[in-house]
């Protein structure tokens, strides 16, 4: 069984920092491209940032230069580092695992980061 589990939200004032990990079990973690994804209230989930089997990084953006993705396959976990973090950040920060080869891809169940202006 596949689980994703992100942690690290929670409230933080506009130009603050936060640190969310999510932790993978039941995949082979170093094979797999992970990424993080938002969802503010009442809009669409976009990409935040992604990281291949390589360590190659894309990031939105909105956030480059403010967010830093990392993986670490030996803890089987993706970060993401957010610094100068504003009202927009606001939303449900998203865990994904992606295979394209095998059209497989995983979601974590959110966790959510408030930025109070």
């Known amino acids: 069984q596949v689980q994703l589990v992100e942690s690290g939200g929670g409230l933080v004032q506009a130009g603050g920092s936060l640190r969310l990990s999510c932790v993978a079990s039941g995949i082979n973690f170093s094979i797999y491209t992970m990424g993080w994804y938002r969802q503010a209230p009442g809009k669409q989930r976009e990409l935040v940032a992604t990281i291949t089997t390589a360590a190659s990084t894309n990031y939105a953006d909105s956030v480059k230069g403010r967010f830093t993705i990392s993986r670490d396959n030996a803890k089987n976990t993706v970060y993401l580092q957010m610094n100068s973090l504003n009202p927009e950040d606001t939303a449900v920060y998203y865990c994904?695992?992606?295979?394209?080869?095998?059209?497989?891809?995983?979601w974590g169940k959110g966790t959510l980061v408030t930025v109070s202006s």
């Open positions: 994904n695992a992606g295979r394209a080869f095998i059209g497989a891809t995983y």
